[in-house]
């Protein structure tokens, strides 16, 4: 079974830009998940996805940011435009949204270097 | 608020026993997540609690203390592919149904021959 896939594993781009990071989950996962790592802090929540809906969006730093996740399967996070404070490692993950344990699976995330 | 305290570094000889502590403070508790992340790779699931107790998988356990807020990850018979950061996660109950983990920093684990 094949693993959580993101895409680019790194992008470097200049203030204003715009970037999108697309994340595949595993097959068959209904819940996909955002989260962002900025140098020196914890992870942190972005926002979660039930198949094609956002659940909860809360985490999403501002309107620069827009997660889509059509017809449920990929989804892809665009930052436009994007700003310094933006740089950081994206991760994406998920799960089957079944049982008590429910586990998340993480894909290897998109280092983001804004500059 | 939602906290979460780890070790930020921790050293240990091949062979040995580790013990990784992870202390929170949280609202709407609904389990707590070990994972394992390599540089440059994604975490992967090492282990879960939800119950009081030790949960064993191997070299690995994981123990929770609901009233305390504190869980610790037992690492045993250390091999030097255990070198990586260990992440203490608390899932968490908010807004109605909606639940989303809670991170700690990490602890950076080296394994010394």
């Known amino acids: 079974e094949a693993g959580v896939t993101q895409f680019p594993s790194h992008s470097v781009i200049e203030k204003g830009q715009t970037v999108t990071l697309r994340c595949d989950p595993i097959?068959?996962?209904?819940?996909l998940y955002w989260y962002r790592r900025v140098m020196g802090k914890e992870i942190k929540f972005l926002l979660h996805?039930?198949?094609?809906?956002?659940?909860?969006e809360s985490g999403m730093p501002n309107n620069r940011f827009l997660a889509e996740r059509t017809g449920g399967t990929y989804s892809t996070l665009k930052v436009q435009p994007a700003e310094l404070e933006d740089s950081g490692v994206y991760f994406c993950?998920?799960?089957?949204?079944?049982?008590?344990?429910?586990?998340?699976?993480f894909g290897p995330g998109t280092r983001l270097t804004v500059l | 608020g939602q906290n979460i305290d780890q070790p930020t570094e921790m050293t240990a000889t091949e062979g040995a026993i580790v013990q990784i502590n992870c202390t929170y403070q949280?609202?709407?508790?609904?389990?707590l997540f070990w994972y394992q992340q390599h540089a440059g790779e994604a975490p992967t699931f090492l282990s879960y609690?939800?119950l009081d107790g030790l949960e064993e998988k191997g070299r690995f356990s994981s123990f929770l203390s609901r009233s305390k807020g504190y869980s610790y990850l037992l690492l045993k018979e250390l091999q030097m592919k255990d070198s990586a950061s260990y992440l203490c996660?608390?899932?968490?109950?908010?807004?109605?149904?909606?639940?989303?983990?809670?991170w700690g920093l990490g602890t950076s684990l080296a394994v010394n021959p």
């Open positions: 993950a998920s799960s089957h949204g079944q049982g008590g344990t429910d586990t998340q699976y």
């Open positions: 097959s068959g996962h209904d819940n």
């Open positions: 996805f039930v198949k094609e809906s956002k659940q909860d």
């Open positions: 949280t609202s709407g508790f609904n389990g």
């Open positions: 609690n939800v």
């Open positions: 996660a608390v899932r968490v109950y908010y807004a109605g149904n909606n639940r989303k983990l809670i």
